[in-house]
């Protein structure tokens, strides 16, 4: 019955955490227009490797970061500066003149491991799978075992990577309707950075 518990709650947790747009999401959905369909599918597959991960660290030590202060605000003080530099990089992105020429077609194999880049970047999904760990345990008595933890970090993925799909399917449907996301996508980008800084700032103030 943990088993259960664990996959649909952690997948459900992981779906509906990944639809708000963020950096993971709009990145893929950037990539779609710019790229082509493929290229944004393997920079979802990318990315959630990297939730993977993310989810499997935060199952490890959810106890740990909320009975201690200090490390709870050192990962909050390193995630604003990571989204310090990406908003100064979408930022300069954005006034950089690009001509027809300058946008090429990615790899697949670029686009997979941009994927990982742009994941592993957002530090958000780690705070949010160390709450949901909690709440399993708390809540549902649920027991944490290995077999547990790699069944948490897979359900973790496959919510992110299903939620991602609908991203992509949705910005192909709607792919010619979209010239004025394609044309401010990078100051688009930079304000939600911007948006997540504040946010963070807010939650640091909070501590």
């Known amino acids: 019955m943990d088993d259960l518990q664990i996959y649909i709650y952690t997948y459900l947790a992981a779906f509906i955490g990944v639809v708000p747009p963020g950096l993971v999401n709009m990145s893929v959905a950037k990539t779609c227009l710019e790229k082509g369909r493929r290229n944004g599918i ?54 950089r003149k690009k001509t027809q020429q300058n946008i090429k077609k990615r790899t697949g194999a670029k686009s997979f491991f941009t ?4 994941s592993a970047l957002n530090i958000f999904p780690l705070p949010y799978f160390v ?29 992110t990577l299903s939620t991602l799909y609908l991203y992509i399917i949705f910005i192909m449907k709607i792919d010619g309707k979209t010239e004025l996301f394609k044309k401010y996508s990078n100051y688009f980008m930079a304000l939600l950075m911007l948006i997540l800084i504040v946010v963070t700032c807010i939650r640091l103030y909070q501590m």
Do not use: E
Not at 115 to 118: D, Q, S, Y
Not at 135 to 153: E, G, H, M, P, Q
């Open 42 to 95: 393997l920079m979802a597959f990318g990315a959630s490797v990297i939730v993977f991960f993310q989810a499997l660290i935060a199952v490890v030590i959810s106890k740990y970061i909320f009975s201690n202060p200090y490390v709870k605000s050192m990962f909050l003080k390193t995630g604003i500066a990571i989204l310090i530099l990406m908003f100064l990089y979408f930022l300069l992105s954005a006034n």
């Open 131 to 159: 709450l949901i760990a909690t709440l399993l345990t708390n809540n549902f008595k649920v027991t944490f075992t290995i077999f547990n933890d790699l069944l948490f970090s897979l359900s973790a993925a496959l919510g």
């Open 115 to 118: 994927g990982i880049l742009v």
